[in-house]
């Protein structure tokens, strides 16, 4: 037990991405006695993680980072519009040396698992390492989008050449230069490589299951001037962003699609498309609300792949028939531009199905294609998988997965009922997924550590959710939900892209109004939790 004692801390923080990092700041900045264990051997999270050929951020940067020091935000300089994964994967390493938040984070360590002791009211937390560490907080920072899903294809341990998933491209990344590639999935990680690969592979396959919308990011180098006139007004972009539902510095256009007449339109998602990036489908007020509003939108993004891609008949074949921005719409650099080189070949998965994997190469109905690498951008077990695979144990012992079990619930996407002293962040039932998520991470973790202040002020142990209040939560993102087209995709959005997963719509859809429940919630002295 006195060596139990000796290693107890205030906090025990899993994850050390743009949530994990800031939660490690704050509570520092507290005085609090913290340890961060994070599995990969860097800062950055998804900007670790991710560094595939042509990851970037679908976010302009100078709004997808931290905006809690002033100095930071005034000296960092954002060379592009959007950055690339180094510029990021920089950004993040630059933040941990300028506070010194190295010390205080394990890397190459996984939590594995963390079990809530009642009699002491503390959490028991073990690492893969086999170290034991005891904290009051257990403050689960591990990403929405972070653990990967490979889809189960018959002799895919077969394949003789490379296997590479763009999620985990740090560790088993491959020199496709000269080489048969074949790019699996055609989500935003998709769009992004497949581009950047097809400049040095010898042949590159592109195997589309569904077609993809996507938008131009119209990246770009901001030039001095720009970047001086955009940080003169950094506080007011800030705030602009902070009044979008989705955090982000877009001008939303609250006039209805067929509000205007069709050559309007048509002007205006021109002039969405020719500035770049998410803001397109904010051309109109209804695109999320209403289906056939929504299909004007998605009808100019079909013309324009039919004038980009050359050959009609794999424009046909590109052509998506859902619904645009119900799964989460691809910000690309050259996409649908990449399918006019010589050497790109799109494999149409629903007229040639994948049939197997083999030593060579994939077997598809049509034939086989031999191969070197696969590239798997099949994406991630959104929002549950990362914190479900730490075995997490609350009240009376009771297991996460097992709550979890008909899908997550959350009290604010911050705390789950039978688990005092919890906290998620960017977890289910947030704004996480659809927001800027360094700005949420920001919001979250300031909501945590000022509850956590509050709840010593006061002289209380524990914090816990109220189940009545998680049940209502729930109801109120699934009648928001309702009311726009996003539960109508088989996206990561409602878990349909993992089999077997229950489907369940897992955010918040409106950033102002969860920032207003947060404030209300700490305003009230946590009277909607159960504080002992
Ligand atoms: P996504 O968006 O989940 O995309 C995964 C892609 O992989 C998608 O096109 C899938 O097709 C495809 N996929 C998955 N399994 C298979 C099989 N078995 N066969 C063929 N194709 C398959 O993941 P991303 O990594 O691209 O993006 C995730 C988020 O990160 C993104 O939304 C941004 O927010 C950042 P499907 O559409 O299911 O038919």
């Known amino acids: 037990i006195a060596g139990d004692e000796r290693q107890t801390l205030d906090a025990v923080v899993v994850g050390a991405g743009a949530g994990g990092l800031y939660a490690l700041l ?7 006695t913290v340890r961060l264990f994070e599995a990969g ?12 050929p042509g990851a970037r951020v679908d976010v302009p940067s100078l709004e997808y980072s931290y905006s809690f020091d002033r100095a930071l935000q005034q000296e960092w300089v954002w060379p592009e519009r959007y950055s690339a994964q180094p510029q990021l994967q ?17 890397f190459e360590t996984k939590v594995v698992s963390a079990e809530f002791d009642e009699s002491r009211s503390l959490w028991k937390v073990r690492t893969d390492g086999g170290e034991v560490v005891w904290a009051r907080f257990f403050i689960v920072a591990t990403g929405p989008l972070s653990e990967p899903i490979f889809p189960k294809i018959e002799g895919m341990s077969t394949f003789k050449g490379t296997s590479v998933h763009t999620g985990r491209w740090k560790t088993d990344g491959a020199d496709v230069a000269h080489k048969r590639v074949g790019v699996i999935g055609t989500g935003s990680s998709g769009a992004q490589i497949a581009p950047e690969l097809a400049k040095t592979a010898r042949k590159l396959h592109l195997l589309q299951r569904t077609p993809a919308y996507s938008v131009p990011s119209q990246n770009k180098v901001l030039d001095a ?29 609250d006039v209805g699609a067929f509000e205007v007449s069709e050559d309007e339109r048509q002007r205006i998602f021109e002039e969405r498309w020719q500035y770049g990036g998410l803001g397109f489908t904010a051309a109109f007020g209804d695109l999320y609300l209403d289906v056939d509003a929504n299909k004007t939108a998605a009808d100019f ?31 690309d650099n050259g996409y649908f531009q990449m399918f006019n080189r010589d050497n790109v070949e799109l494999v149409d998965l629903r007229e040639n199905p994948l049939l197997a994997i083999d030593e060579t190469g994939i077997v598809t109905a049509q034939g086989h294609i031999d191969l070197d690498v696969i590239v798997y951008a099949t994406g991630f077990d959104a929002f549950t998988g990362s914190i479900l695979k ?13 709550v979890w079990d008909s899908g997550p619930r959350t009290y604010l996407g911050l705390c789950v009922a039978g688990f005092p002293n919890m906290f998620i962040v960017n977890g ?7 927001a800027n998520m360094v700005t949420l991470a920001e919001t979250e973790v300031d909501w945590i550590v000022d509850c956590i202040q509050s709840i010593d002020r006061q002289g209380k142990s524990e914090i816990e959710a109220i189940q009545e209040k998680q049940d209502c939560w729930g109801r109120t993102l699934n009648e928001m939900a309702e009311q726009t087209i996003y539960p109508l995709a ?13 489907r369940n719509f897992m955010s918040h859809l409106d950033y102002p109004e969860y920032v207003r429940s947060c404030r209300a919630s700490a305003e009230s002295g946590y009277a909607d939790f159960r504080v002992e």
């Not at 920089?90 to 394990?106: E, K, M, N, P, W």
């Open 301 to 331: 993004v079909r013309q324009k792949i039919r004038e980009i891609v050359e050959d009609a008949d794999v424009a046909d074949r590109l052509m998506p028939d859902t619904l645009i921005g119900a799964k989460r719409l691809c910000v």
């Open 41 to 52: 051997s860097e800062v950055g999270g998804t900007w670790y993680w991710n560094n595939y």
């Open 490 to 502: 088989n996206s990561w959005y409602v878990g349909a892209n993992v089999p077997g997963k229950p």
């Open 390 to 402: 730490i075995d997490i144990r609350g009240r009376g012992g009771k297991e996460l997965k097992a």
């Open 428 to 434: 289910p039932g947030s704004p996480a997924g659809l």
């Open 26 to 32: 704050r509570l520092k900045r507290e005085g609090r």
């Open 225 to 253: 001037q720009e970047i001086a006139h955009l940080k003169s007004n950094y506080d007011a972009i800030r705030e602009h962003a902070r009044a979008n539902r989705s955090a982000l510095g877009i001008d939303v256009n």
């Open 90 to 106: 920089a950004y993040f390493s630059h933040v941990a040396d300028r506070y010194g938040l190295r010390d205080q984070i394990t």
